[in-house]
């Protein structure tokens, strides 16, 4: 299974979008699936639901982190870079503006993943893009 594919199962199953990227390369790097999933979770929807930068983005950022380690001298460039090109592809890295026109749902349930869910939101696509950048940029 690629990269992308296990991102967007992931996400399909009810994780949220940082998970699902996280997730789908932190066994790469000696982290396993529950640890990860917990490491990511606060992350989602923008930080914790809060639409600020998109949880793909912050789930690369952690990426990152496994594959370069606590040296912010080494880790900041590539998140640098990585914002750079999925902003150059989706024009911006902020959730409410990737996600504008779709209402904004308070507390922490999640909401029910259904047909309508997935719909009327472009967060799948958001994580499979993040995790094609990811795979670009670590070789």
């Not at 066994?27 to 529950?34: K, L, N």
């Not at 606060?42 to 496994?66: K, M, N, P």
């Not at 990585?82 to 999640?110: D, H, N, Q, W, Y």
């Amino acid at each position: 299974m690629t990269h992308v594919e296990k991102a967007e199962a992931l996400f399909l199953s009810g994780m949220n979008c940082s998970q699902a990227v996280f997730g789908a390369f932190a066994e790469d790097f000696g982290m396993d699936a529950s640890t990860a999933a917990k490491v990511a979770c606060g992350l989602g929807g923008g930080v914790g639901r809060l639409r600020e930068v998109c949880g793909t983005v912050t789930g690369a950022s952690l990426v990152f982190g496994l594959k370069y380690g606590a040296d912010k001298a080494v880790v900041y460039p590539h998140v640098q870079d990585f914002c750079a090109r999925f902003k150059a592809e989706c024009g911006s890295i902020v959730c409410r503006e990737l996600l504008a026109g779709v209402p904004a749902t308070t507390g922490g349930a999640p909401e029910a993943r259904t047909a309508e869910y997935y719909k009327k939101r472009p967060c799948v696509e958001l994580v499979k893009l993040s995790v094609r950048l990811l795979d670009e940029m670590l070789g």
